[in-house]
């Protein structure tokens, strides 16, 4: 069986004429069913373009990105995505965001059984006291609970997250990572997992893929499998040195790329034609009758003899 989600020499960019820039070049991945990957970047490298490639939202313009075999030729419910500004309707209640793609993926259900699967996910992500609410009443790890649970009540096969915990503070970010890792342990719904954060990636997926800058554009680097048990504590696993070791991989991957990737420039300098003031001879002059300053091109050469 082909792998569920492969992508082959796939490259993307924007603009036209000369002014087109290439954003994403000679991608090649490969996820299996049930995979938790994490592509790790610098901001501006083109990860949201490569999420929004698997999406089917963008298409490549060389190269394919496959699901099951087949192209992506548009957005589809097997793919669910949770983007970072939660993207929740404000004037739906918690219940009323997550019934609403329940309502478009499974109009087959009865209605009793729609509201039961709504509230079967809002519990799993631990806002059933939050149902009646409305987005404006949430924190904002609220709100992106509600956008998992959303998208997880689609029974999407690939789980697709585009720097989801970015805007949160640092507690709710590291509690929520702990969350959605536990929801992917007993669902085990494949999950790509965008993020800029090192820690972020080796404490979720097991596989974690730089995208590197280049100077022709950014591409996929080679992977660095986390082999850590799980469930994962990270109170426990922040000091280890196998942690460390993985981390340190990834950020010199990481520095690595950025350094080869950033232009250099020669230039000639020339020195100023301006000589310092010379402090040893009185400055008894006014505001209008300042000298004029010094310049090493009116410097005359004079030769002295000096009788012995």
Do not use: C
């Not at 509230?119 to 904002?140: C, F, N, Q, T, W």
Request: hydrophobic share 40%.
């Amino acid at each position: 069986m082909p792998p569920i989600l492969e992508i082959s020499g796939a490259s993307k960019g924007f603009g036209r004429g000369h002014e087109r820039a290439t954003v994403l070049r000679d991608l090649d991945l490969t996820v299996e069913e049930g995979d938790f990957v994490s592509i790790i970047g610098y901001s501006g490298t083109g990860k949201s373009t490569l999420i929004n490639l698997v999406a089917g939202l963008l298409k490549p313009d060389s190269g394919s990105v496959k699901m099951d075999g087949a192209d992506i030729r548009g957005p589809g419910p097997e793919r669910g995505i949770v983007f970072q500004n939660y993207s929740l309707l404000p004037w739906l209640t918690v219940t009323g965001n997550v019934r609403l793609a329940i309502d478009q993926i499974f109009p087959q259900m009865t209605e009793k059984e729609r509201a039961e699967r709504a509230a079967e996910y809002i519990d799993m992500v631990k806002l059933s006291h939050a149902a009646g609410k409305l987005p404006r009443e949430l924190s904002g790890g609220m709100r992106q609970r509600v956008s998992v649970a959303r998208t997880l009540a689609a029974n999407p096969r690939i789980l697709l997250l585009d720097e989801p915990l970015s805007a949160l503070d640092a507690l709710t970010r590291a509690t929520l990572q702990d969350e959605i890792a536990d929801i992917w342990q007993k669902n085990r719904t494949t999950v790509i997992w965008i993020t800029n954060d090192p820690d972020e990636a080796l404490l979720v997926a097991d596989r974690v893929i730089p995208l590197l800058p280049g100077r022709e554009g950014a591409t996929l680097g080679r992977e660095i499998t986390v082999d850590l048990a799980r469930p994962r504590d990270r109170k426990q696993l922040l000091g280890t040195p196998e942690f460390k070791d993985l981390k340190l991989r990834l950020v010199d991957t990481l520095l690595g790329a950025k350094k080869d990737s950033t232009p250099h420039v020669t230039r000639k300098l020339a020195a100023p034609d301006i000589l310092p003031e010379d402090l040893g001879k009185p400055r008894n002059f006014s505001f209008f009758n300042k000298p004029a300053p010094r310049r090493r091109s009116q410097l005359q050469r004079e030769e002295l003899q000096v009788e012995a």
